[in-house]
């Protein structure tokens, strides 16, 4: 059973959309192992992103992240990373294909609704920063 993360990021959390999300992801037979909402400080949201530091929008990125409210959650499923991120659907809400989540609550490149891990290594990093393993259900 693979795992990955996902971040309902805070413009999504800001209009209300949580619920509509989470409904998406169990509808699409993805198991939520862990959840919980928090709001990430500068420096968690540095720390989260260092990968981008030396490209142009990780300020901006940071910024945006700390903003609000997001809600993290740990995903199950064989075949998870591949399946959120088809469900997620494309960075760029305009280029997310129909009834994709960012497609239906993006509203632009960055305050696309969600984030997903993008491959088994980073879904391993990404989840140990967010959870210690006794709180992700197995």
Not at 2 to 25: F, H, N, Q, S, Y
Request: net charge positive; glycine share 8%; with cysteine.
């Amino acid at each position: 059973m693979e795992k990955t993360l996902a971040i309902i990021k805070p413009d999504a959390v800001a209009r209300g959309l949580t619920g509509d999300i989470l409904k998406r992801i169990e509808a699409a037979g993805l198991s939520i192992r862990a959840i919980r909402k928090l709001h990430l400080t500068r420096a968690q949201a540095e720390l989260f992103y260092a990968v981008h530091k030396a490209r142009p929008f990780y300020a901006d990125l940071c910024k945006y992240m700390t903003s609000g409210p997001v809600v993290v959650a740990v995903l199950a499923a064989e075949g998870a990373i591949a399946k959120w991120r088809e469900l997620m659907g494309a960075t760029d809400p305009a280029k997310a294909a129909p009834g994709t989540i960012r497609r239906e609550f993006g509203q632009n490149i960055e305050a696309n609704a969600t984030h997903g891990s993008d491959a088994p290594e980073t879904a391993g990093q990404e989840i140990a920063f967010f959870f210690s393993g006794m709180e992700i259900l197995s």
